[in-house]
Nanobody
Framework: QVQLVESGGGLVQAGGSLRLSCLASGSISSRDPMAWYRQVPGNQRELVAS???????NYADSVKGRFFIFRDIAKIAVYLQMRNLKPEDTAVYYC??????WGQGTQVTVSS
């Protein structure tokens, strides 16, 4: 079993910062592929950022330069540092592990 638990969501004003965390447990290792997705009700879930086993990162164009994904090997955790948040970043953010496991999501709301 693999469990992914997100935390760190909340309400912030535009221009603010927030750090999301995803703590993994079960049959998953620190360097497994991990990613952050987000979803607005009625829309498709979209890939925001990902990190490979080697540490290579990739970002959606909409968040490049503002969001940063990184991991803590010792904690088997992955984080998403979000800066200069915009109202359009408002969504439920989901942690994804091994390209098949999902957390329950954490709400991020950015006010104007």
């Amino acid at each position: 079993q693999v469990q992914l638990v997100e935390s760190g969501g909340g309400l912030v004003q535009a221009g603010g910062s927030l750090r999301l965390s995803c703590l993994a447990s079960g049959s998953i290792s620190s360097r497994d592929p991990m990613a952050w997705y987000r979803q607005v009700p009625g829309n498709q879930r979209e890939l925001v950022a990902s990190i490979t086993r080697s540490g290579t990162t990739n970002y959606a164009d909409s968040v490049k330069g503002r969001f940063f994904i990184f991991r803590d090997i010792a904690k088997i955790a992955v984080y998403l540092q979000m800066r200069n948040l915009k109202p359009e970043d408002t969504a439920v953010y989901y942690c994804n592990g091994q390209e098949k496991y999902w957390g329950q999501g954490t709400q991020v709301t950015v006010s104007s």
